[in-house]
């Protein structure tokens, strides 16, 4: 793989480049990290880690998705308990 990578003017290209970017996907594609390791066919979650690279921009962008429907479910119990009074 090192030789058609050198030829194709990417040397940093492995077979590996494409086992991360299939993992990463995986991650994106909301699975579980025991599903990607599953998959993977890792024993180690840590390996499996090495594998996933999601920006900081992903990262924050599930927080916030998480934390926006955490706040909503709050905001729904807080409405039902005054409705209640």
């Not at 900081?56 to 927080?63: D, H, I």
């Not at 916030?64 to 709050?74: E, K, L, N, Y």
């Amino acid at each position: 793989m090192s030789g058609i990578a050198e030829r194709a003017g990417v040397p940093r290209l492995s077979t590996h480049t494409f086992r991360n970017l299939r993992l990463t996907d995986l991650a994106r594609a909301e699975w579980t990290i025991d599903q990607i390791a599953q998959y993977a066919g890792h024993k180690d979650l840590s390996t499996t880690l090495r594998y996933i690279h999601l920006s900081g921009r992903e990262l924050a962008a599930k927080l916030h998705r998480a934390t926006a429907a955490i706040q909503a479910d709050r905001e729904r119990l807080l409405a039902t308990l005054v409705e209640e009074r």
